[in-house]
């Protein structure tokens, strides 16, 4: 059997494909979470986010975690943009100028992809790096006859992974050990998603959305505690001068069972009375304005803008809902361009070299997200007929990829275009029975022609 390398051009056994390399850590599966986001305050986050910065991510994704269950807009807004992938099509291209055998290899590839269980869920797995800066699957293969295979793709939590210690570039699996260990080649679908330069604990999305959680956290914590006071009107008890230190007892027991019983005794001669509080029903939009502007901040930093996710009744006008909208579809672009990377690097290469369809780590296959809209492929439609009539040398593989066309198979039905009308000739009279065509003239006789001149 010929040497097989890995992604990084190291040989490899393919023995060690037959036990998950998580088969051996039991315990990271028995690790229970600390949920940091309680009593999470600035100090508190801000150490969070220095520990992950020196390689320790546990408390960082674990307040990621906490973010996206605790906060519903900023959970829907993630959801918008990670099940945007799974709306879209895709399909396996062969590389470049490709051989007839390539071009077999290629479609015996994609029958194994499509045979995946759950292949969406491998795709939903890897946007989760969106918000969290990477994303790991453990891919559990199986032998089919000569065939190796993946049985299924594991998605284990960020919390169980480590940075090296040196660049802090290389994903480790966490261990007993202080330094963690490298990843299995082939184990794994490792997605680094990049929202911005930097190293991979800062490259996630949900740094950036931590001070808005937790601005907004405060904001409704302080709007709840205005509301239960709001609720009950101020009670204000009188006395008289004579009263005893029993008398005045029993009233105050009195008014702070009113704002709960709503009932309460008191004795003769003295009086309850109830204040409203001035301004007191525009009082929560103080509250709300925060809570208003930090879901905002965190539509900007997820989708690029706000009116493709709230209206606010003012500003969401049809054009600027558009320009917003461009934003979030050239996000979604950017977001499947480094998806496509991923899949053809650990998900691709490994089935096809394992079974010898890919002999060349240049030549493998290309994943691709059909990301175009509808107006691009009307634009191409009718762009390309008019640049080949001006004499422009169109290669057709490269139109058949941007129409997204396969190439007819030999014997298969195909579509013919429509028969072109011959051109008339204007010197050509017509036919006995027939009306002139467009740019003939009437013979000299015919009923309507002019007379002939001498």
């Known amino acids: 059997m010929p040497t ?10 393919p023995a060690i494909l037959t036990e998950p390399q998580t088969a051996r850590l039991g315990w990271l599966k028995r690790e229970l979470a600390q949920h940091p986001s309680r009593g999470l305050t600035p100090a508190k986050l801000a150490r969070i986010l220095d520990d992950a910065e020196a390689g320790d991510l546990v408390a960082q994704f674990e307040l990621c975690e906490d973010m996206e269950e605790k906060d ?5 807004e993630l959801s918008k943009r990670k099940r945007a992938l799974l709306t879209v099509e895709w399909d396996l291209l ?10 077999k290899d290629t479609e015996a590839l994609k029958e194994r992809v499509e045979a995946l269980e759950d292949f969406e869920d491998v795709v939903l797995g890897m946007a989760d790096g969106i918000g969290k800066g990477f994303a790991c699957q453990e891919i559990e ?18 919390s169980w992974f480590t940075l090296d210690q040196e660049t802090h570039a290389e994903i480790l699996l966490r261990n007993l050990a202080a330094h963690g260990e490298p990843l299995t080649p082939f184990g794994w679908v490792k997605h680094v998603h990049r929202a911005r330069p930097g190293y991979i604990a800062r490259a996630g999305l949900h740094r950036q959305l931590s001070w808005p959680y937790l601005f907004k956290v405060y904001a409704i914590g302080d709007l ?10 101020i009670r204000i008890g009188t006395y008289p001068a004579s009263a005893t230190q029993e008398e005045k007892a029993t009233l105050l027991r009195a008014v702070v069972n009113l ?3 709503a009932a309460g005794i008191i004795p003769e001669g003295m009086l309850i009375d109830f204040k409203e509080p001035a301004n007191a029903t525009a009082a929560h939009e103080t509250f709300m304005a925060m809570v208003d502007l930090m879901e905002r901040t965190e539509s900007k930093v997820i989708l690029g803008g706000t009116l493709t996710s709230q209206a606010d009744g003012k500003t969401s006008t049809n054009a600027l809902g558009k320009v917003h909208n461009d934003v979030r579809l050239d996000i979604l672009a950017a977001d499947a361009r480094q998806i496509e990377s991923t899949v053809r690097r650990d998900l691709l290469y490994p089935i096809g070299v394992l079974n010898g369809w890919v002999k060349d780590p240049r030549r493998v296959p290309r994943f691709r997200f059909d990301v175009q809209e509808e107006e691009d492929f009307k634009m191409l439609a009718d762009a390309i007929p008019k640049v080949v009539d001006m004499g422009l040398r169109v290669p057709a593989d490269w139109a058949r990829e941007q129409l997204r066309i396969p190439e007819a198979r030999d014997g298969e ?16 009279p017509p036919e006995s029975g027939t009306r002139p065509g467009p740019g003939t003239r009437p013979g000299p ?4 022609a002019p007379p002939a001149v001498d």
């Open 445 to 448: 006789g015919a009923a309507g």
């Open 4 to 13: 097989i390398l890995d992604q990084h051009g190291n040989p490899i056994q």
């Open 72 to 76: 519903g807009h900023l959970f829907a």
């Open 141 to 158: 293969w199986e032998r089919l006859g000569r065939e190796w295979l993946p049985k299924r793709l594991t998605f284990r939590p960020q």
């Open 259 to 261: 704002g709960h019983d």
């Open 94 to 103: 062969p590389p470049p100028n490709p051989s007839a055998q390539e071009t």
């Open 413 to 428: 039905e195909v579509l013919e275009p429509r028969a072109a009308s011959a051109p008339i000739d204007p010197h050509t």
């Open 224 to 233: 709840a505690e205005f509301l239960e006071i709001y609720g009950l009107p």
